[in-house]
């Protein structure tokens, strides 16, 4: 007897799209079937998708310490409700994700308070390569280093991050690296403020996308020398995917994802909708999201991640607009996926191609596949029912972020999540007027980072 069955689904796995009933058992996938088998729970997805859950490696929920702007409860509320059932989350908290106490303290407050399932990053700093092998008993999923200022995290200098990437390659693990050359945008900025701009165009051209793949670079580079596994975050430009590709094609451990922002905003929305909409990096030029789309059709972008960053209204607005004085950060867990889907589809790109993106690639980059990413035998069962005839239009109001923005406000989108389901059980039903999570909060648990032994 199964615990699950959910009969008549368009089950999209790792090669093909199937028409066929999924069955749970223990909280993973247990197997599929044209046939009825005698299930607890029957659920009937009367002909639309299941997609498997995503996986997010990008996402701040600001806890602790920061946590006027979201928490490990409203964030992953808001990740079941867009399709989102696993979350990497960055170490940009207060005090920083640096060591065991930091690490330790995430971990409780996650614990308590998640819906869906979480790692957790550890901060590489300039000082902490040292400390490392004492950390690897923590599981941390990665490390993160910031190549530009951050007011959040210490940024590290090219010898600090070379040295850094060796201890990582020593401890086994994994970094992830904000690539932006902060010599050039110190230089641009300066420039600008001195010509007194203070507006979207002034910040677009104080990082400039030259100064983004420069660093990238600069991060496969030195990740080469170190020989170490680098995954690029949120890289907004077409040449990064292409550096990357490249020395992938080498047969360098290194990946880049996109974040999803860029497939949908560019400098106009930024222009319209001024500091929600201000990002780093920032959003580029007219038609830039076009080249993204095609490098993920062609493979060059290997994932996406939503680079979920909220602040406060007050924190967004205090500048009266001026960039100079804007925290840059988006809020979208929640739209993310099922704007992906509506549009990939769209755009002639496969369901199963889409699912790669957002939930496999991830997944096996940072080594958690096949247990989570994707709907095979033995996996966690993790999924969403999603009906791609559904349109709606994006409303923060409706959504369970803290903090009632996104610059997606308004936009249009193709397809709705309808339930989605975290190890078998439902976490997200699309009822009522924003939909209903339906576990306690603490129902996430702690995804351990795979470290090679
Ligand atoms: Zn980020």
């Known amino acids: 007897m199964f615990d699950l069955a959910i009969k ?3 089950v999209v796995g ?3 799209v199937d028409y066929a009933n999924i069955y749970v058992k223990d909280g993973v996938f247990a197997g599929f079937s044209t046939e009825v088998l005698a299930a607890r729970e029957t659920v009937d997805a009367d002909g639309r998708y299941v997609f498997p859950g995503g996986v997010d490696p990008h996402v701040h929920f600001n806890d602790p310490g920061l946590t006027d702007g979201e928490d490990f409860q409203t964030g992953t509320m808001a990740a079941v409700a867009g399709g989102i059932t696993t979350v990497f ?3 940009l908290t207060v005090p920083l994700t640096a060591d065991k106490p930091s690490f330790m303290l995430k971990r409780r407050e996650a614990e308590k308070k998640a819906v869906a399932d979480f790692g957790i990053y550890l901060a590489l700093t ?3 390569s040292a400390s490392l092998p004492s950390l690897m008993d923590l599981q941390p999923i990665g490390f993160k280093a910031f190549m530009s200022y951050s007011p959040e995290i210490p940024m590290v200098k090219d010898g600090e991050l070379l040295e850094g990437m060796r201890a990582i390659k020593a401890v086994g693990s994994r970094i992830a690296v904000h690539c932006e050359n902060n010599d050039l945008i110190a230089f641009l900025t300066a420039k600008l403020q001195s010509q007194g701009r203070d507006g979207p165009r002034a910040y677009m051209d104080s990082r400039p996308d030259y100064s983004e793949w420069e660093a990238i670079q600069r991060a496969v580079t030195l990740a080469k020398i170190a020989g170490v596994q680098l995954h690029i975050v949120h890289s907004s430009t077409p040449e990064g995917a292409r550096i990357v590709a490249r020395a992938r094609g080498e047969g360098h451990p290194v990946s880049v994802e996109t974040a999803q922002h860029f497939l949908f905003l560019d400098e106009t929305d930024f222009e319209r ?3 929600m909409a201000q990002c780093n990096p920032p959003l580029r030029a007219a038609g830039n999201a076009d080249l993204l789309w095609e490098a993920i059709k062609t493979r060059q972008i290997d994932c996406v991640g939503t680079d979920h960053a909220p602040y406060t209204f007050e924190e967004k607005l205090a500048g009266n607009g001026s960039v100079w004085k804007t925290p840059a950060g988006i809020n979208n867990i929640q739209s993310a996926i099922p704007l992906l889907i ?5 755009r002639n790109i496969s369901p199963v191609r889409l699912a790669e993106i957002y939930a496999t690639a991830p997944a096996r980059i940072f ?9 095979t035998i033995g996996a966690d069962a993790d999924m969403f ?3 791609p005839d559904e349109h709606w239009t994006v409303d923060p109001a409706r959504t369970f972020y803290k903090q009632k923005w996104t610059p997606f406000e308004g936009k249009p989108v193709r397809g709705r999540i309808k339930k989605t389901w975290v190890r078998g059980t439902v976490v997200y039903d699309d009822a009522g007027e924003q939909g209903t999570i339906t576990v306690d909060p603490g129902f996430g648990r702690f995804v351990p980072g795979f470290v090679w032994a």
């Open 8 to 10: 008549r689904a368009r």
């Open 342 to 346: 509506g549009e990939g589809l769209a």
């Open 273 to 275: 909708i001024g500091p």
């Open 385 to 387: 029912i999603f009906d």
């Open 14 to 16: 790792e090669a093909s």
């Open 126 to 128: 300039p000082d902490n």
């Open 367 to 375: 080594g958690i596949y096949p247990r989570k990413g994707a709907i």
């Open 89 to 91: 989350e960055m170490p």
